[in-house]
């Protein structure tokens, strides 16, 4: 027999009388992170190329915010799971399929899309760009790769009776050609007690749709974390190549130098030693490696 609740009611009197417009309906978005590392060009060729972080944009071509540059991303449909609303909306916009995102995190403020009350799903991946065949869709005015450089340029930290207050203030750059965008994002972090909060705020922006600018500094925030401690920065990388390379791509993706023996002893069990050599002109020949398939096995 089944179980009634109050009025008495089973579950399926329940789900049949249900009536789901005394709710007011949201919207729900899903915003994608496309980061890669390219290569720029060098004159002289016995230099090796110097890397940079990139980050794969689109421009609006209607209202809200149109002619500005914007995540790839749209409205989840009714009858699709966020993660099938990711991969559609990347590949309608920009070409792009078959890569694997992780979600980020969930934005919700009220404001955040002055079309209605939206809440945004947003997805991060690292990917090999000249494996991809950028091409923007009618939907978009165009799709490009952004060199992007975030900085911390102000910080304070308040001391409480219980805790503390973080202050720091980042100022993100997005270069492509001759589109210049930047934006400041202050971030908040409360310690009170047991209890951490963080909050993010865009002080000013130029050229990035809606709340994006929040979006993308947390993402390299993210990305420059997820470097440390898992394989991620291989997707960038071909399957055999030389610890130098490898450095290159951590120091983009960190905005610092490294030192080359601390960092190859931090990465010595990520890799594995082939008997082969590099032969590109005007260097020397340099030991190649590849991944170690056997890391995650190792620091479990």
């Keep these: 027999m089944s179980e009634t609740n109050k009025q008495g009611l089973t579950e399926e009197q329940f789900l049949a009388s249900y009536d789901a417009s005394q709710y007011d309906r949201l919207s729900v978005t899903v915003d994608m992170l496309i980061f890669t590392v390219t290569e720029e060009e060098e004159k002289n060729y016995r230099r090796l190329p110097e890397k940079s972080l990139r980050l794969l944009l689109i421009r609006r071509s209607n209202h809200p915010y149109k002619h500005q540059w914007a995540l790839p991303g749209g409205f989840v449909q009714l009858g699709e799971s966020i993660d099938e609303a990711a991969r559609r909306k990347l590949k309608e916009e920009t070409n ?6 992780e979600q980020l995190y969930t934005w919700g403020d009220v404001a955040r899309d002055p079309r209605t009350r939206v809440i945004c799903a947003s997805y991060m991946a690292l990917v090999d760009h000249a494996s991809l065949q950028i091409e923007a869709s009618r939907q978009v005015a165009d799709a490009a790769w952004f060199t992007v450089g975030c900085k911390l340029y102000q910080e304070q ?9 973080l202050q720091q203030l980042f100022h993100l750059t997005l270069s492509q050609a001759d589109q210049q965008l930047a934006a400041t994002i202050k971030t908040v972090k409360k310690v009170e007690t047991k209890v951490t909060t963080v909050t993010r705020e865009i002080v000013e ?14 993402g390299i925030q993210r990305l420059r974390n997820k470097i440390e401690y898992t394989d ?15 450095q290159q791509v951590y120091e983009v993706i960190l905005d610092t130098e490294l030192l080359k023996a601390n960092f190859r002893r931090k990465i010595a069990d990520m890799v594995v030693e082939t ?3 590099t032969r590109d002109a005007g260097h020397r020949p340099s030991k190649l490696f590849k991944f170690n398939p056997k890391w995650m096995k190792i620091i479990e």
């Design 96 to 101: 792009i399929g078959d890569i694997y995102m």
């Design 157 to 165: 930290k308040t001391v409480t009776p219980t805790g503390y207050i």
């Design 205 to 218: 922006s130029s050229g990035i749709a809606f709340d994006h600018a929040k979006i993308i500094e947390y």
């Design 275 to 277: 008997d082969e050599y």
């Design 232 to 246: 991620i920065a291989f997707n960038l990388m071909p399957e055999r190549f030389t610890l130098t390379k490898l």
